[in-house]
């Protein structure tokens, strides 16, 4: 097992944190691949069979707390919990830890007791007395029916025995059975014991059996965890170590003297403890239940932890609490998901995962004293909503901590905040000054191809459709050089310091200046654009056109659409090698087009009836068109005959599929989007993400979908008559970013 030490696991993407875990070596590449294909870990018809009157599967988030540190183990800790923060805390009080050694935890052997209670009995003490004699006969008749349990190296181990006197002046007498039941839990296993211990019970002691059940007061099965942190990993900016260490030992002295504080101190505990309960198939009633009635068992409800101060100031936290747990039986055999919990926390034996989930109990409690002796758990919470927020919204890498801190700051943690926030700000997260003097706007569409896409460069048709105002440029006039802004795509150039990268951006605005006769003079271009950058929507023609009609506008050069079209064809050369042309053609032109470059009349338009109910969702992963195509061009070379065949079809759907859209037939366009992606798939332009994507909006209810663009990468259009929300809520919490046709987001359902 391979080092549990992970940082900045929060900022990668679901599938790269899934990655990360395979080539750790906390899963397996099966497990991987069930994780990475979206569908529910618990499949309808299996929790079909686990409980009763079943209508679905409920979903919870599925985390991971890497850096813990267990009796010298590496651990990655599986956590289902939906509440924020915790994972995150726990994680971070699991690096403090580590840094100090990590935990040492130990337990007693995994012993469940079995309650069997008797009335009626004349004498009480008697009856223990005679039930007491007759503990090895009943021993050997409760192992006799667990004979898998003793080969296991378990079985029933001593019994005990209480009388109480009942509400009523009766008295009760009671047997407990303690069994150690190695790897499970141990419910079942004791219950069947107890039941069949219950005749012969009658008979020796003269009395009726009642209840014959387990209690959930597993005070046999004690785990400790235990660590001390260096004082030096307490303090921070804001607050003295001294000051840290000494307020969580005064809120376990507070929750050791008020119940109210001990239940929600104990809580937070339980936040750690039933969260690695649920990812691996255990029953955390009883955990809790357990729980709590431990901690009330001197008389008065305390803390589940103690935290003192070591002579060298040191600070030590221990958690004892019972945890009956299991790595076999119960529901862990039928529930795919309690498996992968249980591979990912890479235990052997149920001793092992009841010292990690006190290990992880200690590291919960920490994380939430700490918090609240410092700055409260609030901005914890704030802070991840806020970086949640930001995620959804796209913000570039270099920009997200800024926009992170300014939601928090102007107290609108939503997301057009977010957006108005990374589209003001520069890398150094200062505003963009004003443009000063005479500023003039262009606008351009991008465009979503919905079928033709590489038949398109074999002179075949492809059938696209705009995605009005994509992109807007204002550009003003400076003294000298080129400072261009493009905040969306995390664009801050300034080729006056000539600092510039080549490429990218930058080639196109210098071929604009350089046909537009401009090279000596300076301006200032701020781009804002709401599709993402090379993910096959068209990004850069828009880019192009619309720069270049902002100079249009600014200079007064009167260019017309034609002659704007064709420098952008010529900037589009420049981006990605052998354009179709149907870009810069969308991006000028803004109309839906069959477009053909080998025929006579290149375009031919497309009038709508409505703007059809598409969802296009980018995947974030960047496809290279130049790479595509050049790929598409060599395996052409390699099988022409085929690929000939392949693009003829595709161009033929086109051309019905441009009818068929004309018509608003839905149906019908898409079932030949749905042959498309087939035929994309055929000539390799497909990818398991883009796949996935497609899985997704199939299963939420697009008639059609298949990827647009050109593919490796990139983004899919999906056909959802009167499902456009649940599609896009679908693919949107799958993590995917939405683009909508229309810039005021008036679309039909
Ligand atoms: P179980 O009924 O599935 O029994 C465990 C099985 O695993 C036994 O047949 C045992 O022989 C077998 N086994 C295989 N390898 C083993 C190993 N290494 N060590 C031990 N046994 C091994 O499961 P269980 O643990 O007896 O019962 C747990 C279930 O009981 C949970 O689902 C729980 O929700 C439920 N339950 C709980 C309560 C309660 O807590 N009050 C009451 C009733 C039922």
Redesign the pocket.
């Known amino acids: 097992m391979s080092n549990s030490r992970i940082s900045g696991l929060y900022r990668l993407s679901v599938n790269d944190r899934i990655g990360e875990l395979v080539k750790r070596g906390f899963l397996s590449r099966d497990a991987a691949k069930a994780l990475l294909d979206g569908a529910p870990l618990l499949p309808l018809s299996t929790a079909d069979r686990m409980a009763e009157n079943v209508i679905g599967v409920f979903g919870l988030p599925f985390g991971i707390a890497p850096n813990f540190l267990v009796n010298d183990k590496d651990y990655v800790v599986p956590m289902v919990v939906e509440e924020p923060s915790i994972i995150a805390g726990v994680s971070g009080a699991a690096r403090i830890f580590r840094d100090s050694g990590g935990f040492v935890a130990t337990s007693t052997d995994p012993i469940l007791i079995g309650q069997i209670q008797i009335v009626g009995v004349r004498d009480p003490d008697k009856a223990v007395q005679s039930l007491f004699s007759a503990q090895d006969e009943l021993i050997s008749l409760a192992n006799s029916l667990q004979p898998?349990?003793g080969k296991?190296g378990?079985g029933a181990r001593g019994m005990e025995f209480y009388k109480y006197r009942l509400p009523d002046g009766d008295w009760t007498v009671v047997l407990h059975l303690l069994v150690d039941?190695?790897?499970?839990?141990?419910?079942?296993?004791v219950?069947t014991m107890c039941e069949g211990l219950a005749a012969r019970v009658e008979e020796i002691c003269s009395g009726n059996v009642v209840l014959r059940i387990?209690s959930?007061l597993a005070d046999k099965s004690l785990v400790k965890a235990k660590a001390t942190i260096a004082l030096a990993s307490l303090g921070s900016d804001e607050h003295s170590a001294e000051f840290v260490r000494d307020g969580i030992v005064l809120a376990t002295d507070f929750a050791n003297t008020d119940p109210y504080r001990a239940a929600t101190h104990n809580k937070g505990i339980m936040n750690g403890v039933d969260a690695l309960a649920i990812a691996t198939g255990n029953?955390w009633r009883?955990i809790e239940a357990g729980a709590h009635a431990f901690a009330v068992k001197e008389g008065a409800y305390r803390s589940l932890t103690s935290w003192s101060v070591e002579s060298n100031g040191d600070l030590t936290g221990e958690l004892t609490m019972p945890l009956k747990v299991?790595i076999?039986?119960?529901?862990l055999a039928s529930n795919p998901g309690a498996r992968t919990g249980l591979a990912i926390a890479g235990v052997s034996s149920a001793t092992e995962l009841a010292r990690l989930m006190a290990a992880t109990g200690l590291a919960q409690n920490f994380a939430a004293l700490r918090a609240l002796v410092t700055h409260g758990i609030q901005k914890g919470h704030m802070s991840l909503h806020a970086r949640s927020v930001a995620a959804a919204a796209g913000i570039p890498d270099e920009q997200f901590d800024n926009v992170v801190a300014g939601m928090i700051e102007s107290g609108d943690v939503k997301t057009w905040k977010a957006e108005e926030l990374a589209s003001s700000a520069t890398p150094d997260g200062m505003p963009d000054e004003p443009l000063t003097g005479n500023a003039a706007i262009g606008e351009a569409c991008a465009k979503v191809i919905l079928l033709g896409e590489h038949a398109a460069v074999y002179d075949r048709h492809v059938l696209a459709l705009p995605i009005a105002a994509a992109v807007t440029a204002q550009i003003a006039e400076r003294e000298s050089g080129i400072r261009l802004s493009i905040p969306q795509w995390g664009i801050h150039d300034d080729w006056s310091d000539r600092n510039r990268k080549p490429g990218g951006a930058s080639i196109i605005i210098d071929l604009i200046m350089l046909q537009l006769g401009l090279t000596k003079r300076g301006f200032d271009i701020r781009v804002s654009s709401r599709v993402p950058m090379g993910m096959g929507l068209g990004s850069s023609a828009a880019f192009a056109v619309a720069v270049i009609r902002a100079f249009d506008k600014l200079l007064g050069l009167n260019q017309t659409d034609l002659e704007i079209d064709r420098l952008a064809f010529r900037c589009e050369g420049l981006a990605h090698g052998t354009p179709s042309g149907i870009d810069n053609n969308i991006a000028t032109f803004g109309e839906p087009v069959l477009y053909s470059r080998g025929s006579s009349e290149r375009t031919i338009p497309v009038s709508l009836v409505e703007i059809p109910p598409l969802v296009i969702a980018s995947s974030g992963i960047k496809g290279d068109t130049k790479e595509m195509v050049a790929g598409v061009r060599s395996r052409y070379e390699q099988n022409e005959a085929l690929y000939t065949t392949i693009f003829d079809e595709i161009g033929e759907l086109s051309v019905a599929g441009a009818t068929a859209l004309r018509e608003a037939d839905y149906a019908y366009l898409g079932s030949m989007m749905n042959v498309c992606q087939g035929f994309l798939n055929a000539i390799e332009v497909s990818t398991p993400e883009l796949e996935k994507m497609i899985h997704i909006a199939r299963s939420a209810g697009a008639i059609g979908a298949k990827l647009t663009g050109a593919g490796g990468g990139g983004s899919i259009v999906a056909l959802c008559p009167g499902k456009v929300n649940e599609v896009s809520e679908a693919l949107g919490l799958a993590g995917y970013e939405i683009i909508r046709m229309a810039a005021d987001g008036d679309q039909r359902d």
Do not use: E, F, Q
């Open positions: 898998n349990l296991r378990g039941t190695r790897d499970a839990m141990g419910a079942n296993i219950n387990l959930n029953d009883a299991g076999v039986g119960g529901s």
